[in-house]
């Protein structure tokens, strides 16, 4: 039968006559074969007994249908177990099979599993009974059955029904995203990759994080015959990955050493009777004793090896047991292997083709640009301070910081706590429990700022984390490039921030070199460069990152910091001859520090001791701050005008080059300095028009509406105990805000909400979207009283009179908790005036919240400087002393601080 039948009576099915609904029908048939239950086993070994005279035919297709038994001669189907469907999909394919069969002059028995496990004698009555009615009234169909009837004849094996003639792959893979992930489309490459793999094919996938890379293993899984299996070394984050798959409707486990023997068990049974569609495994578990053999007994349909860069020693993630996976080829030389990763370099794609044996892998290499994340590179002076800057112009966002040490997250998260910031840490020093716990709470969106070592991240999909900062200078690109990947997975802007300093070089040197063959020192020292390199360019960075994994953007980007403020470039050459007679004047032993604090006359320890405040060029430099030298230096570093002796206590060494500089006889061309803060500051109109604009759009009903999804999101996913992204992602919700969905066909046509989705969660979700618009409530009484401010003392009374009207306008709006650039704003005045009236306001015994400025240990800090100078220092030689780590509106805080102390 090639076309669908005509129906006599077209409200008698859900059933239509559609093309598209047709298809649809098949697809659901192939889709949703199963393997026979414990009920259908020994019913079948009854049957084949011929205990009732006639020959069963087991899963035989009539058309595209499956019936669990048939008996041809007699037209007769059993189905066991057959529940009333309750889906669209389900309606319309049983609908449109009990059509069909009753056209074909088919009758059906059904039998619960139950009865046909516990009253088999009975089943067995029923149907020899139906078989004799049917004799009896001669409705048997006569001679051999008709050419659309026939199958294969005897016990068809479980998945593999060759009546079923498929509909072409790549249709099948898009029907599948839609209806387990609810999309229409594939992402760039997607397609082509799943087509590969469904040929049989071995694949190699590079594609970066958040790219779509899990989807190109699943979707050959779910429309495949058997069990994929991925191995992963991520088993912390099994859990997330099985259950985001169960939400999709997709039959997923895992089997690490966090799941008990009897669960273990259960498992297994499972993936032998071709119940899963997917089996996550660590490395460790599959070559471990036994496994590989159990697995020979699974019919397996693919091998995905996640994150196979930790195959190679060249990789930045190197894990041994990972190279042991070339036994799979041995083991199974016809399962085809997908390796995927989201970075390689050209070493690494080739140690995964050869150590795993790939016959003949076609490579699949996606661009590695994530346009949607702002790549900004920061000073690394103030650390703490330009994060909680960012983080509260960006209060509700979620984010990650990455740190060197295990002690840093500590600190930073302790320090961000302190300043009322939902900050938790993560690292490999705490026990499994607390690391599980503080994972947790971050996927739940209890915590929004994760401070972690590098071994956090990986494989999380959680796809709201709007920024990556990095404390530290990562060891290598490839690492970094992982790492700020975890931010903007749903498409969103995000931001990647990375705090460098040149200190960060030399112990992350250190660290690359040390106990290491020297090949391998030699490689992780090349590979810190082109990272170093990175952090200190003056051109477009995402082009110089896209270029690490060989890809020309072909032009700027326009959203990396050098793009958004271009540097202004200046004749340096006076500058460098500075710089360098300095350098030789100190006979070529000094490092940049110490170097920049000759050029500024500085008169400290090392300066004196060394005899350097004698020099002819000391002081030379002096109009210059701190900053601006360290960036011209490291300009001039990079320039080849100096090179680092990291033998003699990384002295700057003056090259052919810098001579030829010093003598006169080359030109050099440095970029101006700009303090980052300084180079994004927008005019006070611009940035009240932003922020205007913010306020605008929160208020309206769109926002409103989102936050409300937001909300019952969380609460439907703290009751299932998952984390909201598994139930929906952001970027579905904005699209629920923005179209109002109240219909079950409007809501299915939402981005990212697949059937299966819609039956767990789409009814609540029209709900909440229909009652959306109740008017903001007016705080009552009680609650305003959370608002009064606290009684004021005498003190502070007598000071008030001393204030005068602007001031205390000025002050007022800080004890709101506004900072200077806000109250600037909202007042008209320029930062400046406000921080002069906030100093006076202190100075005359008001209660400042001093902590909006200068922590405890920033307090003690200055103090100690203050002490060291003696007496009572002048701001400059405090502010010199210090580095400029401090700005001069802090020094004074923080000496008034000291007087009203006594």
């Known amino acids: 039968m090639l076309t669908p039948p005509s129906l006599g009576n077209a409200q008698e099915h ?84 009990t059509f069909v069969l009753k056209e074909l002059g088919f009758h059906e028995l059904r039998f619960p599993n139950d009865q046909v496990l516990h009253q088999m004698d009975h089943v067995v009555a029923t149907i020899r009974q139906h078989l004799q009615t049917i004799t009896s009234s001669g409705a048997q169909s006569p001679g051999s059955p008709s050419p659309r009837e026939r199958g294969p004849g005897g016990e068809v094996p479980p998945n593999t029904m060759p009546e079923l003639a498929p509909a072409p792959q790549l249709t099948a893979a898009r029907q599948a995203l839609k209806r387990y992930y609810g999309y229409d489309n594939f992402r760039p490459m997607q397609g082509d990759i799943i087509q590969h793999i469904l040929g049989g094919r071995d694949t190699v996938v590079l594609m970066p994080t958040g790219g779509g890379k899990s989807v190109c293993f699943q979707i050959p899984a779910v429309v495949s015959e058997g069990v994929c299996v991925v191995v992963s070394p991520l088993i912390a984050l099994m859990k997330d990955q099985v259950e985001a798959l169960k939400a999709n409707g997709i039959v997923a486990a895992y089997i690490n ?17 071709g119940h899963l569609k997917l089996l996550y495994v660590s490395p460790e578990k599959l070559l471990s004793e036994g496994f590989l053999q159990f697995l020979t007994r699974v019919n397996i349909s693919i091998f995905a090896i996640d994150e196979a860069h930790c195959i190679s020693s060249w990789g930045h993630d190197f894990r041994p047991e990972y190279t042991q996976l070339g036994a799979l080829r041995t083991h199974f030389p016809s399962v085809p292997i997908i390796a995927l990763t989201a970075t390689a370099d050209r070493l690494t794609q080739r140690d995964i083709r050869t150590q795993l044996n790939l016959h003949e892998p076609k490579v699949f290499l996606s661009s590695f640009d994530r346009p949607n994340i702002n790549l900004v590179v920061r000073p690394g002076q103030d650390r703490i301070g330009q994060i909680l800057d960012y983080i509260q112009r960006h209060p509700t966002e ?219 060029t000391y002081g030379a430099g002096q109009d210059l701050p701190y900053l601006d030298w360290y960036s011209y230096v490291h300009q001039m570093l990079n320039d080849g005008l100096f090179y680092i002796a990291y033998e003699e206590g990384y002295a700057l060494k003056i090259t052919e080059r810098g001579q030829q ?72 919700l904005q699209e629920m805000a923005r179209e109002q969905p109240t219909s079950r066909v409007a809501m299915l046509s939402v981005s990212g909400v697949g059937m299966k989705k ?99 240990s920033q307090l003690a800090e200055i103090a100690a400087a203050r002490a060291q100078l003696g007496g009572a220092p002048a701001l400059r030689d405090l502010f010199d002393h210090l580095r400029e780590k401090y700005d001069y509106f802090q020094l004074r805080l923080a000496g008034i601080w000291a007087q009203r102390r006594g």
């Not at 035989?60 to 669990?68: C, L, P, Q, V, Y």
């Not at 970029?671 to 803060?677: D, G, N, S």
């Open 14 to 97: 859900i059933f239509t006559t559609t093309t598209r609904i047709w298809d649809k029908a098949k697809t659901y048939a192939r889709q949703n074969r199963k393997a026979p239950t414990r009920a259908e086993n020994l019913l079948w070994q009854q049957l084949r007994a011929s205990r009732l005279g006639v020959r069963f035919r087991r899963q035989h297709a009539i058309e595209f249908f499956i019936a669990d038994f048939v008996c041809l001669s007699h037209r007769l189907l059993i189905e066991v177990d057959g529940e009333i469907h309750l889906t669209p999909e389900q309606a319309e394919y049983d609908s449109g099979r």
């Open 257 to 273: 050493s966090s799941v008990g023997q009897s669960e273990a068990n259960d498992i297994a049974r499972a993936a032998v009777s």
């Open 398 to 616: 979620a984010g990650i910081i990455y740190c060197l040490s295990r002690k840093s997250c500590e600190t930073v998260a302790q320090k961000l706590q302190q300043k009322g910031i939902k900050a938790g840490y993560y690292h490999a020093g705490m026990s499994p429990n607390q690391r599980a716990e503080a994972q947790e709470k971050f996927l739940q969106d209890d915590t929004l700022v994760i401070v972690a070592t590098i071994a956090f991240g990986m494989g999380i999909d959680k796809s709201n984390v709007r920024w990556v900062m990095h404390y530290n200078l990562p060891k290598n690109i490839e690492g970094y490039y992982q790492e700020i990947g975890r931010a903007g997975r749903d498409g969103s802007p995000a931001t990647a921030m990375l705090f460098y300093s040149f200190a960060d070089v030399m112990s992350m040197r250190e660290m690359v070199t040390k106990d290491v063959p020297a090949r391998q020192a030699q490689l992780n020292t090349a590979k810190l460069e082109r990272m170093q390199q990175f952090a200190e360019a003056a051109s477009c960075r995402r082009r110089i990152l896209l270029h690490y994994f060989s890809e020309d953007l072909g032009h700027d980007c326009g959203n990396c910091d050098i793009c958004r403020n271009p540097p202004t470039t200046f004749d340096g050459t006076l500058l460098a001859q500075k710089a360098l007679s300095a350098s030789t004047r100190a006979q070529q032993r000094v490092a940049i520090n110490l170097l920049i604090d000759i050029l500024r006359g500085m008169r400290n320890q090392a300066v004196l001791q060394g005899g350097y405040d004698q020099l002819k």
């Open 661 to 732: 500089v010093l003598k006169g006889q080359l030109p050099v061309s440095l970029k101006k300095f700009q303090v980052a803060e300084k180079a994004d500051k927008q005019t006070r109109a611009t940035k009240k028009a932003a922020a205007d604009a913010a306020a605008a759009g929160a208020g309206t009903p769109e926002a409103k509406l989102f936050e409300r999804l937001r909300q019952l999101r969380k609460q439907i996913a703290d009751e299932q105990g998952v984390p909201p992204y598994v139930v929906f992602t952001d970027t579905t």
């Open 758 to 856: 819609f039956e767990t969660y789409g009814e609540a979700f029209i709900e909440a979207i229909l009652q959306h618009g109740p008017p903001r409530p007016v705080p009552n009484a009680e609650d305003a009283e959370d608002y009064a401010p606290a009684p004021r003392t005498a003190t502070q009374k007598a000071a008030d009179r001393d204030v005068n009207s602007t001031e205390d306008t000025t002050f007022q709006l800080h004890r709101q908790g506004l900072s200077p650039d806000q109250i600037a704003e909202q007042r008209g005045l320029v930062v400046g005036t406000v921080r002069a009236h906030l100093e006076r306001a202190y100075a005359k015994g008001l209660d400042l919240r001093l902590q909006d400025f200068l922590s405890d």
